[in-house]
């Protein structure tokens, strides 16, 4: 096992990882910007090294500072959180050529994944359904054209290199297609430096359903079920639940094994998420797979009983998976809010500031993963992601009173959070009835309005 690990992140996920190598005898090693000199994750780590000043691209994005950092403090492992550098290539071919271990995917596995062109191209050859769209990325704007044609419109162009809905644009027929492809180009390029894109047929209402795996050096993959991550904003996630209100046993199956299949093919080892669409009648489409641990693990974990983040470093130090969910069965139901600091009655513009009072929800059934405390001032510099607030009850009845109950006594000042738009959401006849998909919230103006 590991001696001391790194964690090359912020905030609430980085506290995520002390925690779970604290439970494992791991010593840690906390770095930070400038701008983060008063968070836990300095506080409660063994060892802290600060990485360089405020912007990320400074400090969290700097490879030879995180290597150095983990050099001069003896750690033997880094974790990369999600976001940041959690899955670039580069990082994890770095780590292990300075002799870190990376606790996420190979290099190489990362690099197939985070091609999002290649994904599909593996999934298709393995027989697992995709969204229509073009095999690969397409040439030029002609070949594009053509595609969009054949798949008839509306159609969405997405950056291969892509991620958190950046660099995808939605073409609604084909006098806006040149404008959307050339814009999703440049900005591609500009977020991901390449301009490489491909093209999907644009769904009407699916649902966006993803499936939790975990793999080991020894060419196991096992899947931990589904997350049902619909209720999204600008194509970014908002609410997220465990199990799915839309899948039955049968198609969870089904879904899981199609996901096991992706990831053994390519022998993955660690976390990853394996995602889907599924349309109204019970078509499910691969997406793409993220080769790290997301934001939205613990509705998986409460669901699960099980801890993903040391199953990650369990199987980083060659451990074998332990996890196994008898007969893919979960326990209960999960629901995770995801409270930023924005304000959700002015277009969620940020709101950094100083907390002044802070009161977490708590009582049964009630997890809040955060890094906030009265009197810490949120940074403006990275994302607005303050708070995860997660309940779980033995139905989604009763984990849904728990998040009413969660959010109604959720103290924040001094700063705006989406917290009021979250209670409205959740509040709202098609999330109590489990009847969404993605375009739920952009067919609900009403809840953006002001009082
Ligand atoms: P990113 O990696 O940037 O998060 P994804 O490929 O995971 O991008 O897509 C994010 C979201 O965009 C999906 O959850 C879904 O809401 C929407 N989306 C992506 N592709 C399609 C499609 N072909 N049809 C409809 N919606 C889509």
Redesign the pocket.
């Known amino acids: 096992m590991f001696k001391k690990v790194l964690i090359a992140n912020r905030g609430e996920i980085a506290l995520r990882v002390i925690r779970a190598c604290r439970e494992l005898g791991i010593e840690t090693v906390a770095v930070y910007s400038e701008a983060d000199r008063e968070s836990l994750h300095v506080r409660f780590a063994d060892d802290d090294v600060c990485i360089g000043p405020p912007p990320s691209r400074l400090s969290y994005l700097r490879i030879p500072n995180l290597i150095a950092a983990a050099e001069i403090t003896g750690a033997d492992a880094i974790h990369p959180g999600y976001g940041f550098l959690a899955e670039s290539a580069e990082f994890a071919e770095t780590c292990e050529a300075s002799n870190i271990a990376f606790i996420g995917p190979t290099a190489e596995q990362i690099r197939l994944m985070g091609d ?1 062109a290649a994904a599909r191209k593996l999934a298709t050859e393995l027989g697992i359904p995709v ?1 229509p ?1 073009s095999l690969g990325a397409v040439e030029d704007a002609d070949a594009a054209v053509k595609v969009a044609e054949e798949l008839g419109y509306p ?2 162009i ?2 291969a290199a ?7 644009r ?1 073409a609604r027929d084909a006098a806006a297609f040149q404008q959307a492809f050339s814009l999703a180009r440049n900005e591609a390029l500009a977020a991901f430096g390449s301009a490489e894109v491909y093209i ?5 209402r ?1 649902r ?1 359903i993803e499936i939790q795996v975990m793999g080991d050096r020894y060419g196991k993959v096992v899947h931990l079920c589904e997350r049902d ?2 209720v ?1 904003r600008r ?3 908002v609410v997220e639940e465990a199990p799915s209100p839309a899948l039955d046993q049968k198609m969870r199956e089904r879904m899981g094994e199609a996901a096991v299949k992706a990831a053994s093919r390519i022998s993955y080892v660690g976390a990853g998420t394996v ?1 889907f ?1 599924l349309d109204p009648d019970g078509h499910f ?1 691969f ?2 797979m ?1 080769t790290r641990i997301q934001v939205e693990h613990p509705v998986t974990e409460m669901v699960t009983n099980f801890d993903l983040v040391k199953e990650q470093i369990r199987v980083a130090a060659g451990e074998r998976v332990q996890l196994h969910l008898k007969g893919n069965r979960v326990r209960g139901h999960a629901i995770e809010c995801r409270v930023n600091a924005e304000d959700p009655f002015r277009n969620f513009q940020p709101s950094p500031g100083t907390i002044t009072a802070f009161h977490p929800p708590g009582g049964p059934g009630v997890r809040v993963d955060t890094h906030i405390y009265a009197g810490y001032t949120v940074p403006p510099y990275y994302d607005s992601l303050i708070a995860k607030v997660i309940v779980h009850g033995r139905d989604r009845q009763e984990a849904l009173a728990r998040m009413h109950q969660a959010l109604d006594s959720f103290i924040v000042e001094g700063i705006t959070t989406n917290i009021p738009f979250l209670q409205r959401v959740i509040r709202h006849p098609d999330f109590e009835a489990g009847n969404v998909d ?2 739920f919230l952009e067919r609900e103006p009403g809840l953006f309005k002001p009082e």
Do not use: F, R, W
């Open positions: 999002k969204v769209g159609v969405i997405k950056a892509g991620g958190g809905g950046k660099g995808m939605v999907e047929k644009y769904l009407d699916p966006h991550c619909s999204q194509h970014q996630k995602e669409l489409y997406m793409e993220n993605t375009k």
